[in-house]
DNA sequence: AAATAAATTTAGGGTAGTCTAAAAACTATT
DNA sequence: AATAGTTTTTAGACTACCCTAAATTTATTT
Protein backbone atom coordinates (compact mmCIF):
# COMPACT_ATOMS: atom_id res chain seq x y z
CA UNK A 1 0.00 0.00 0.00
CA UNK A 2 0.93 3.56 -0.60
CA UNK A 3 1.12 6.43 1.69
CA UNK A 4 -0.82 9.51 1.77
CA UNK A 5 2.11 11.27 1.42
CA UNK A 6 3.53 9.01 -2.01
CA UNK A 7 -0.69 8.97 -3.21
CA UNK A 8 -0.09 12.94 -3.51
CA UNK A 9 2.87 12.94 -5.11
CA UNK A 10 2.09 10.58 -7.88
CA UNK A 11 -1.40 13.06 -8.45
CA UNK A 12 0.94 15.92 -8.72
CA UNK A 13 2.87 14.09 -11.07
CA UNK A 14 0.21 12.95 -13.15
CA UNK A 15 -1.76 16.69 -13.45
CA UNK A 16 1.66 18.15 -14.25
CA UNK A 17 2.56 15.67 -17.35
CA UNK A 18 -1.35 15.76 -18.03
CA UNK A 19 -0.53 19.87 -18.98
CA UNK A 20 2.45 19.71 -19.82
CA UNK A 21 2.94 16.89 -22.03
CA UNK A 22 5.85 15.73 -21.16
CA UNK A 23 8.34 14.72 -18.44
CA UNK A 24 7.61 16.94 -15.20
CA UNK A 25 10.77 18.75 -13.24
CA UNK A 26 11.92 18.53 -9.42
CA UNK A 27 10.96 22.22 -8.80
CA UNK A 28 7.98 22.05 -10.45
CA UNK A 29 6.34 18.77 -8.53
CA UNK A 30 7.82 21.16 -5.51
CA UNK A 31 5.84 24.54 -6.23
CA UNK A 32 2.81 21.85 -6.74
CA UNK A 33 2.83 20.16 -3.85
CA UNK A 34 4.13 23.57 -1.39
CA UNK A 35 7.17 22.08 -0.47
CA UNK A 36 11.05 21.97 -1.21
CA UNK A 37 13.30 20.58 -3.91
CA UNK A 38 15.32 18.48 -1.67
CA UNK A 39 12.45 16.58 -0.07
CA UNK A 40 10.93 16.01 -4.13
CA UNK A 41 13.87 14.04 -4.68
CA UNK A 42 14.15 12.13 -1.16
CA UNK A 43 10.63 11.29 -2.36
CA UNK A 44 11.51 11.14 -6.20
CA UNK A 45 14.02 7.52 -4.97
CA UNK A 46 11.44 6.14 -3.29
CA UNK A 47 8.81 5.87 -5.91
CA UNK A 48 11.50 5.44 -8.30
CA UNK A 49 12.74 1.98 -5.84
CA UNK A 50 8.89 1.14 -5.69
CA UNK A 51 8.66 1.28 -9.49
CA UNK A 52 6.04 3.69 -9.61
CA UNK A 53 8.07 6.63 -11.48
CA UNK A 54 10.52 6.67 -14.24
CA UNK A 55 13.25 8.71 -12.66
CA UNK A 56 17.09 9.49 -14.00
CA UNK A 57 18.93 11.94 -11.73
CA UNK A 58 18.66 15.38 -13.41
CA UNK A 59 16.51 14.29 -16.16
CA UNK A 60 13.06 14.39 -14.61
CA UNK A 61 10.17 11.91 -14.25
CA UNK A 62 7.56 10.29 -15.70
CA UNK A 63 4.69 7.76 -14.12
CA UNK A 64 5.40 3.79 -14.86
CA UNK A 65 1.86 2.25 -15.78
CA UNK A 66 1.85 1.32 -11.76
CA UNK A 67 2.00 4.90 -11.40
CA UNK A 68 -0.37 6.00 -13.21
CA UNK A 69 -3.19 3.46 -12.15
CA UNK A 70 -2.44 4.70 -8.94
CA UNK A 71 -2.57 8.34 -9.63
CA UNK A 72 -6.00 7.79 -11.62
CA UNK A 73 -7.27 6.09 -8.37
CA UNK A 74 -6.49 9.05 -6.16
CA UNK A 75 -8.27 11.23 -9.07
CA UNK A 76 -11.17 8.88 -9.28
CA UNK A 77 -11.76 9.09 -5.93
CA UNK A 78 -11.14 12.51 -5.50
CA UNK A 79 -13.93 13.78 -8.01
CA UNK A 80 -16.16 10.68 -7.17
CA UNK A 81 -16.20 12.59 -3.31
CA UNK A 82 -16.62 16.20 -4.73
CA UNK A 83 -19.99 15.14 -6.34
CA UNK A 84 -20.90 13.13 -3.81
CA UNK A 85 -20.56 16.16 -1.53
CA UNK A 86 -22.29 18.61 -3.88
CA UNK A 87 -25.17 16.05 -4.99
CA UNK A 88 -25.83 14.49 -1.73
CA UNK A 89 -24.67 16.76 1.13
CA UNK A 90 -25.65 19.79 -0.32
CA UNK A 91 -21.76 21.34 -0.56
CA UNK A 92 -21.65 24.39 -2.46
CA UNK A 93 -19.29 24.55 -5.70
CA UNK A 94 -16.30 25.99 -3.98
CA UNK A 95 -16.75 24.00 -0.57
CA UNK A 96 -15.79 20.38 -2.11
CA UNK A 97 -12.48 20.59 -2.43
CA UNK A 98 -10.29 20.54 0.70
CA UNK A 99 -12.82 17.55 2.07
CA UNK A 100 -12.21 15.58 -1.01
CA UNK A 101 -8.70 15.98 -0.87
CA UNK A 102 -8.97 14.02 2.63
CA UNK A 103 -11.17 12.14 1.08
CA UNK A 104 -9.35 11.12 -1.62
CA UNK A 105 -6.86 8.80 0.33
CA UNK A 106 -9.32 6.50 2.32
CA UNK A 107 -8.59 3.08 1.13
CA UNK A 108 -11.43 1.11 0.45
CA UNK A 109 -12.29 -0.77 -3.19
CA UNK A 110 -16.23 -1.69 -1.91
CA UNK A 111 -16.44 1.86 -0.70
CA UNK A 112 -15.87 4.08 -3.81
CA UNK A 113 -17.78 1.75 -5.76
CA UNK A 114 -20.74 1.72 -3.52
CA UNK A 115 -20.26 5.96 -4.21
CA UNK A 116 -19.88 5.70 -7.98
CA UNK A 117 -23.38 3.45 -7.80
CA UNK A 118 -24.80 5.52 -5.50
CA UNK A 119 -24.19 8.80 -7.74
CA UNK A 120 -25.27 6.52 -11.31
CA UNK A 121 -21.85 5.97 -12.47
CA UNK A 122 -21.00 9.84 -13.20
CA UNK A 123 -18.28 10.66 -16.35
CA UNK A 124 -17.46 14.21 -15.03
CA UNK A 125 -17.11 15.68 -11.93
CA UNK A 126 -18.61 19.04 -10.76
CA UNK A 127 -15.85 21.18 -12.44
CA UNK A 128 -16.34 19.28 -15.63
CA UNK A 129 -13.55 17.12 -15.05
CA UNK A 130 -13.97 13.80 -16.22
CA UNK A 131 -14.02 10.88 -13.82
CA UNK A 132 -11.73 7.50 -14.66
CA UNK A 133 -13.86 4.65 -14.21
CA UNK A 134 -12.59 1.57 -12.04
CA UNK A 135 -9.93 0.65 -14.67
CA UNK A 136 -8.32 3.86 -15.13
CA UNK A 137 -10.41 4.92 -18.44
CA UNK A 138 -11.11 8.25 -18.88
CA UNK A 139 -13.74 9.66 -21.00
CA UNK A 140 -12.65 12.73 -23.77
CA UNK A 141 -14.59 15.65 -23.86
CA UNK A 142 -13.39 18.07 -26.39
CA UNK A 143 -14.46 20.81 -25.21
CA UNK A 144 -12.56 24.79 -26.16
CA UNK A 145 -12.73 28.12 -23.28
CA UNK A 146 -15.68 30.00 -24.72
CA UNK A 147 -13.25 33.06 -25.71
CA UNK A 148 -12.51 31.32 -28.73
CA UNK A 149 -16.34 31.22 -29.92
CA UNK A 150 -17.62 33.51 -31.83
CA UNK A 151 -21.20 35.62 -32.12
CA UNK A 152 -24.32 33.70 -32.70
CA UNK A 153 -23.06 30.40 -31.47
CA UNK A 154 -25.17 28.46 -28.92
CA UNK A 155 -23.07 26.13 -26.34
CA UNK A 156 -23.14 23.97 -23.56
CA UNK A 157 -20.92 24.51 -20.63
CA UNK A 158 -19.13 22.07 -19.69
CA UNK A 159 -16.35 22.62 -17.46
CA UNK A 160 -13.71 25.12 -15.91
CA UNK A 161 -10.54 25.76 -16.12
CA UNK A 162 -9.46 28.04 -13.00
CA UNK A 163 -11.01 25.76 -10.35
CA UNK A 164 -10.32 28.55 -7.53
CA UNK A 165 -12.93 29.06 -4.92
CA UNK A 166 -13.14 32.82 -5.94
CA UNK A 167 -13.84 31.53 -9.57
CA UNK A 168 -16.32 29.45 -8.71
CA UNK A 169 -18.11 31.80 -6.35
CA UNK A 170 -17.75 34.42 -9.43
CA UNK A 171 -20.03 32.22 -11.35
CA UNK A 172 -22.16 30.86 -8.79
CA UNK A 173 -23.05 35.04 -8.19
CA UNK A 174 -23.76 35.45 -12.00
CA UNK A 175 -25.93 32.26 -12.65
CA UNK A 176 -23.82 29.75 -14.31
CA UNK A 177 -23.35 26.39 -13.77
CA UNK A 178 -22.79 22.85 -15.97
CA UNK A 179 -24.78 22.16 -17.81
CA UNK A 180 -25.97 25.51 -19.07
CA UNK A 181 -26.76 26.82 -22.54
CA UNK A 182 -24.80 29.73 -23.52
CA UNK A 183 -25.49 31.55 -26.74
CA UNK A 184 -22.92 34.50 -27.56
CA UNK A 185 -24.75 37.38 -28.41
CA UNK A 186 -21.94 39.99 -28.61
CA UNK A 187 -18.28 39.87 -28.99
CA UNK A 188 -16.98 43.46 -27.83
CA UNK A 189 -13.85 43.24 -30.35
CA UNK A 190 -11.60 45.94 -28.25
CA UNK A 191 -11.39 44.38 -25.09
CA UNK A 192 -12.64 40.16 -26.33
CA UNK A 193 -15.79 40.71 -23.60
CA UNK A 194 -18.45 38.68 -24.19
CA UNK A 195 -22.37 39.29 -24.07
CA UNK A 196 -23.93 35.85 -23.53
CA UNK A 197 -27.19 34.73 -22.87
CA UNK A 198 -27.99 31.87 -20.42
CA UNK A 199 -30.67 29.26 -20.86
CA UNK A 200 -32.83 31.70 -23.02
CA UNK A 201 -33.30 33.98 -20.35
CA UNK A 202 -30.73 36.37 -18.66
CA UNK A 203 -28.49 38.16 -20.59
CA UNK A 204 -24.98 38.63 -18.77
CA UNK A 205 -21.51 40.19 -19.71
CA UNK A 206 -18.12 38.66 -18.81
CA UNK A 207 -15.02 39.84 -19.43
CA UNK A 208 -12.02 37.77 -21.49
CA UNK A 209 -10.07 37.11 -18.55
CA UNK A 210 -13.53 34.78 -17.10
CA UNK A 211 -14.19 33.59 -20.81
CA UNK A 212 -11.03 32.28 -21.22
CA UNK A 213 -11.49 30.07 -17.50
CA UNK A 214 -15.44 28.56 -18.96
CA UNK A 215 -15.13 25.27 -20.85
CA UNK A 216 -17.73 24.54 -23.78
CA UNK A 217 -18.63 22.40 -26.20
CA UNK A 218 -20.95 23.28 -29.45
CA UNK A 219 -24.44 22.27 -28.98
CA UNK B 1 -5.43 20.30 15.59
CA UNK B 2 -4.89 16.39 16.77
CA UNK B 3 -3.11 14.03 14.38
CA UNK B 4 -4.38 10.95 13.51
CA UNK B 5 -3.04 8.91 16.12
CA UNK B 6 -3.37 11.42 18.90
CA UNK B 7 -7.03 10.80 18.26
CA UNK B 8 -6.69 7.01 17.95
CA UNK B 9 -5.53 7.25 21.73
CA UNK B 10 -7.85 9.38 22.81
CA UNK B 11 -10.91 7.21 21.51
CA UNK B 12 -9.12 4.18 23.34
CA UNK B 13 -8.52 5.55 26.40
CA UNK B 14 -12.30 7.18 26.26
CA UNK B 15 -13.53 3.23 25.22
CA UNK B 16 -11.29 1.60 28.35
CA UNK B 17 -12.57 3.79 31.19
CA UNK B 18 -15.93 3.64 29.99
CA UNK B 19 -15.72 -0.18 30.08
CA UNK B 20 -13.44 -0.16 33.94
CA UNK B 21 -14.89 3.28 35.16
CA UNK B 22 -11.75 4.26 36.67
CA UNK B 23 -8.18 5.70 35.02
CA UNK B 24 -6.65 3.20 32.86
CA UNK B 25 -2.82 1.87 32.74
CA UNK B 26 -0.53 2.27 30.03
CA UNK B 27 -0.27 -1.50 29.35
CA UNK B 28 -4.02 -1.43 28.54
CA UNK B 29 -3.65 1.40 26.46
CA UNK B 30 -1.22 -0.76 24.39
CA UNK B 31 -2.63 -3.80 24.37
CA UNK B 32 -5.70 -2.04 22.84
CA UNK B 33 -3.66 0.45 20.44
CA UNK B 34 -1.44 -3.04 19.32
CA UNK B 35 1.43 -1.04 20.48
CA UNK B 36 4.02 -1.36 22.68
CA UNK B 37 3.97 0.57 26.62
CA UNK B 38 6.76 2.37 25.56
CA UNK B 39 5.56 3.74 22.47
CA UNK B 40 2.61 4.65 24.89
CA UNK B 41 4.21 6.36 27.73
CA UNK B 42 5.75 8.86 25.17
CA UNK B 43 1.99 9.30 23.67
CA UNK B 44 0.80 9.86 27.01
CA UNK B 45 3.50 13.12 27.61
CA UNK B 46 2.87 14.41 24.24
CA UNK B 47 -1.23 14.49 25.10
CA UNK B 48 -0.65 15.60 28.41
CA UNK B 49 1.74 18.80 27.49
CA UNK B 50 -1.53 19.35 25.64
CA UNK B 51 -3.95 19.22 28.70
CA UNK B 52 -5.84 16.29 26.83
CA UNK B 53 -5.13 14.08 29.82
CA UNK B 54 -4.62 14.23 33.28
CA UNK B 55 -1.33 11.96 33.38
CA UNK B 56 0.66 11.38 36.46
CA UNK B 57 3.99 9.43 35.89
CA UNK B 58 3.30 5.46 36.72
CA UNK B 59 -0.40 6.44 38.02
CA UNK B 60 -2.77 6.03 34.93
CA UNK B 61 -4.84 7.91 33.19
CA UNK B 62 -8.08 10.05 32.79
CA UNK B 63 -9.32 12.22 30.34
CA UNK B 64 -9.43 16.29 30.68
CA UNK B 65 -12.89 17.32 29.22
CA UNK B 66 -10.80 18.52 26.72
CA UNK B 67 -9.63 15.27 25.93
CA UNK B 68 -13.15 13.54 26.67
CA UNK B 69 -14.73 16.10 23.56
CA UNK B 70 -12.12 14.88 21.40
CA UNK B 71 -12.99 11.41 22.26
CA UNK B 72 -16.52 11.92 21.86
CA UNK B 73 -15.97 13.60 18.14
CA UNK B 74 -14.12 11.18 16.90
CA UNK B 75 -16.49 8.41 18.37
CA UNK B 76 -19.75 10.35 17.25
CA UNK B 77 -18.00 9.94 13.42
CA UNK B 78 -17.25 6.55 13.43
CA UNK B 79 -20.90 5.85 14.83
CA UNK B 80 -21.91 7.89 11.91
CA UNK B 81 -20.18 6.37 9.11
CA UNK B 82 -20.62 3.05 9.87
CA UNK B 83 -24.67 4.22 9.83
CA UNK B 84 -24.63 5.85 6.58
CA UNK B 85 -22.34 2.39 5.40
CA UNK B 86 -25.03 0.08 6.13
CA UNK B 87 -28.10 2.30 5.26
CA UNK B 88 -27.04 3.88 2.32
CA UNK B 89 -24.20 1.94 0.91
CA UNK B 90 -25.42 -1.61 0.74
CA UNK B 91 -22.33 -2.21 3.67
CA UNK B 92 -22.88 -5.81 5.74
CA UNK B 93 -23.02 -5.04 9.24
CA UNK B 94 -19.31 -6.60 9.37
CA UNK B 95 -17.33 -4.67 6.61
CA UNK B 96 -18.37 -1.25 8.34
CA UNK B 97 -15.99 -1.04 10.70
CA UNK B 98 -12.51 -1.29 9.31
CA UNK B 99 -13.46 1.46 6.75
CA UNK B 100 -14.88 3.65 10.00
CA UNK B 101 -11.88 3.52 11.41
CA UNK B 102 -10.31 5.30 8.38
CA UNK B 103 -13.28 7.91 7.80
CA UNK B 104 -13.43 8.93 11.47
CA UNK B 105 -10.78 10.95 11.53
CA UNK B 106 -11.74 13.33 8.42
CA UNK B 107 -11.46 16.90 9.50
CA UNK B 108 -14.16 18.52 8.16
CA UNK B 109 -17.54 19.96 10.86
CA UNK B 110 -19.72 20.28 7.74
CA UNK B 111 -19.26 17.15 6.26
CA UNK B 112 -20.25 15.13 9.75
CA UNK B 113 -23.24 17.78 9.66
CA UNK B 114 -24.47 16.90 6.43
CA UNK B 115 -24.00 13.03 7.00
CA UNK B 116 -25.77 13.23 10.48
CA UNK B 117 -28.73 15.15 8.58
CA UNK B 118 -28.47 12.85 6.00
CA UNK B 119 -29.22 10.04 8.13
CA UNK B 120 -31.93 11.75 9.83
CA UNK B 121 -30.35 12.16 13.08
CA UNK B 122 -30.08 8.78 14.34
CA UNK B 123 -29.35 8.13 17.94
CA UNK B 124 -27.89 4.79 17.76
CA UNK B 125 -25.61 3.24 15.65
CA UNK B 126 -25.66 -0.54 13.83
CA UNK B 127 -24.36 -2.08 16.93
CA UNK B 128 -26.38 -0.56 19.01
CA UNK B 129 -24.58 2.26 21.06
CA UNK B 130 -24.89 5.39 21.25
CA UNK B 131 -23.97 8.32 18.46
CA UNK B 132 -22.65 11.45 20.63
CA UNK B 133 -24.34 14.77 18.72
CA UNK B 134 -22.20 17.39 18.08
CA UNK B 135 -21.67 18.38 21.68
CA UNK B 136 -21.19 15.29 22.80
CA UNK B 137 -24.10 14.18 24.56
CA UNK B 138 -24.81 10.75 24.93
CA UNK B 139 -28.39 8.80 24.83
CA UNK B 140 -28.59 6.38 27.26
CA UNK B 141 -30.55 3.11 26.37
CA UNK B 142 -30.96 0.96 29.60
CA UNK B 143 -30.23 -2.58 28.14
CA UNK B 144 -29.29 -5.85 28.88
CA UNK B 145 -27.68 -9.04 27.72
CA UNK B 146 -30.49 -11.17 26.80
CA UNK B 147 -29.03 -13.81 29.30
CA UNK B 148 -30.78 -12.32 32.10
CA UNK B 149 -34.41 -12.58 31.26
CA UNK B 150 -36.70 -15.18 31.59
CA UNK B 151 -39.34 -17.55 30.20
CA UNK B 152 -42.03 -15.55 28.09
CA UNK B 153 -40.19 -11.95 28.09
CA UNK B 154 -40.80 -10.48 24.99
CA UNK B 155 -37.78 -8.05 25.00
CA UNK B 156 -36.18 -6.09 21.61
CA UNK B 157 -33.00 -6.43 20.52
CA UNK B 158 -31.09 -3.60 20.78
CA UNK B 159 -27.12 -3.92 20.75
CA UNK B 160 -24.48 -6.04 20.76
CA UNK B 161 -21.51 -6.77 22.77
CA UNK B 162 -19.21 -8.59 20.68
CA UNK B 163 -18.23 -6.71 17.51
CA UNK B 164 -16.13 -9.06 16.00
CA UNK B 165 -16.85 -9.93 12.25
CA UNK B 166 -17.49 -13.15 13.50
CA UNK B 167 -20.02 -12.95 15.88
CA UNK B 168 -22.02 -10.32 13.41
CA UNK B 169 -22.02 -12.77 10.48
CA UNK B 170 -23.36 -15.57 12.89
CA UNK B 171 -26.66 -13.08 13.98
CA UNK B 172 -26.48 -12.14 10.27
CA UNK B 173 -26.93 -15.96 9.21
CA UNK B 174 -29.50 -16.53 12.39
CA UNK B 175 -31.59 -13.98 10.86
CA UNK B 176 -31.14 -11.59 14.02
CA UNK B 177 -31.12 -7.95 13.80
CA UNK B 178 -31.63 -4.43 15.80
CA UNK B 179 -34.53 -4.03 16.35
CA UNK B 180 -35.55 -7.88 16.29
CA UNK B 181 -38.77 -8.54 18.65
CA UNK B 182 -37.92 -11.51 20.48
CA UNK B 183 -39.85 -13.85 23.20
CA UNK B 184 -37.82 -16.43 25.24
CA UNK B 185 -39.32 -19.24 24.66
CA UNK B 186 -37.63 -21.72 26.54
CA UNK B 187 -34.30 -21.66 29.13
CA UNK B 188 -32.93 -24.83 29.47
CA UNK B 189 -31.73 -25.19 33.09
CA UNK B 190 -28.43 -27.08 32.54
CA UNK B 191 -26.72 -24.84 30.36
CA UNK B 192 -28.68 -21.71 30.01
CA UNK B 193 -29.24 -22.18 26.02
CA UNK B 194 -31.91 -20.15 25.06
CA UNK B 195 -34.98 -21.01 22.44
CA UNK B 196 -36.01 -17.79 21.38
CA UNK B 197 -39.29 -16.80 18.61
CA UNK B 198 -37.98 -13.63 16.48
CA UNK B 199 -40.15 -11.50 15.20
CA UNK B 200 -43.35 -14.35 16.40
CA UNK B 201 -42.54 -16.00 12.88
CA UNK B 202 -38.68 -18.34 13.19
CA UNK B 203 -37.86 -20.36 16.61
CA UNK B 204 -33.90 -20.43 17.28
CA UNK B 205 -31.90 -21.83 19.97
CA UNK B 206 -28.86 -19.92 20.88
CA UNK B 207 -26.11 -21.00 23.50
CA UNK B 208 -25.51 -18.97 26.61
CA UNK B 209 -22.06 -17.51 25.44
CA UNK B 210 -24.28 -16.17 22.49
CA UNK B 211 -26.93 -14.98 24.33
CA UNK B 212 -24.82 -13.37 26.60
CA UNK B 213 -23.24 -11.02 24.11
CA UNK B 214 -26.89 -9.66 22.93
CA UNK B 215 -28.40 -6.83 24.35
CA UNK B 216 -32.06 -6.22 24.87
CA UNK B 217 -35.09 -4.46 26.54
CA UNK B 218 -38.32 -5.31 27.34
CA UNK B 219 -40.92 -4.15 25.06
C1' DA C 1 34.89 26.69 -24.68
C1' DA C 2 34.72 29.20 -20.45
C1' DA C 3 32.10 31.42 -17.26
C1' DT C 4 27.92 32.22 -15.09
C1' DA C 5 23.29 31.04 -13.79
C1' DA C 6 19.80 27.84 -12.69
C1' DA C 7 18.21 23.42 -11.33
C1' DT C 8 19.03 19.40 -8.74
C1' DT C 9 21.09 16.47 -5.50
C1' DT C 10 23.69 15.40 -1.24
C1' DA C 11 24.78 16.09 3.57
C1' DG C 12 23.27 16.69 7.87
C1' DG C 13 19.61 17.52 10.93
C1' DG C 14 14.62 17.95 12.90
C1' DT C 15 9.84 15.98 14.38
C1' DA C 16 6.35 12.31 14.92
C1' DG C 17 5.82 7.99 15.88
C1' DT C 18 7.56 3.34 16.49
C1' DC C 19 10.64 -0.28 18.73
C1' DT C 20 13.95 -3.15 22.14
C1' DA C 21 16.47 -3.42 26.20
C1' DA C 22 17.59 -1.75 30.55
C1' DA C 23 16.51 0.97 34.65
C1' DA C 24 13.26 2.61 37.98
C1' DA C 25 9.11 2.50 40.56
C1' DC C 26 5.27 0.53 42.26
C1' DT C 27 2.81 -4.08 44.41
C1' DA C 28 2.61 -8.24 46.70
C1' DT C 29 4.64 -11.77 49.55
C1' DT C 30 6.88 -13.44 53.11
C1' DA D 1 10.78 -4.36 56.10
C1' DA D 2 13.22 -6.89 52.59
C1' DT D 3 12.71 -9.45 48.46
C1' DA D 4 10.52 -10.86 44.26
C1' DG D 5 7.48 -9.84 40.56
C1' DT D 6 5.13 -6.72 37.64
C1' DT D 7 4.40 -2.40 35.53
C1' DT D 8 6.10 1.70 33.78
C1' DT D 9 9.53 4.75 32.27
C1' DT D 10 13.99 6.01 30.20
C1' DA D 11 17.65 5.46 26.83
C1' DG D 12 18.92 4.89 22.41
C1' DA D 13 17.82 3.74 17.81
C1' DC D 14 14.85 3.26 13.47
C1' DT D 15 11.57 4.96 9.49
C1' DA D 16 8.95 8.47 7.06
C1' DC D 17 8.83 12.83 5.93
C1' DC D 18 10.43 17.51 6.07
C1' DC D 19 14.02 21.27 6.21
C1' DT D 20 18.55 24.41 5.20
C1' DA D 21 22.90 24.87 3.31
C1' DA D 22 26.44 23.27 0.44
C1' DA D 23 27.96 20.71 -3.53
C1' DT D 24 27.15 19.08 -8.08
C1' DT D 25 25.20 18.85 -12.60
C1' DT D 26 22.95 20.92 -16.49
C1' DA D 27 21.75 25.00 -19.20
C1' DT D 28 22.79 29.53 -20.96
C1' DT D 29 25.50 33.25 -22.22
C1' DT D 30 29.38 35.38 -23.94
Known amino acids: ?14 KLIEKSGSSVSTNAIAEKICTKAASV ?35 RKHRLWEMFLLEKLDFKWDEVHDVAEQLEH ?21 HGDPIPDANGKIQVQKSKSI ?8 IVMTGVVDHSPAF ?7 GLALGDEIKIKEVVFFDRSLQIIINKKSTIFIS ?4 KNILAIKK
Open 1 to 14: MNSFTEENYLKAIY
Open 41 to 75: TDMLKKLSDKKLINYQKYQGVTLTSKGEKVALSVI
Open 106 to 126: INSDKLIEQIDKFLNYPKFDP
Open 147 to 154: AHFIKNDV
Open 168 to 174: LQYLDNT
Open 208 to 211: NDVA
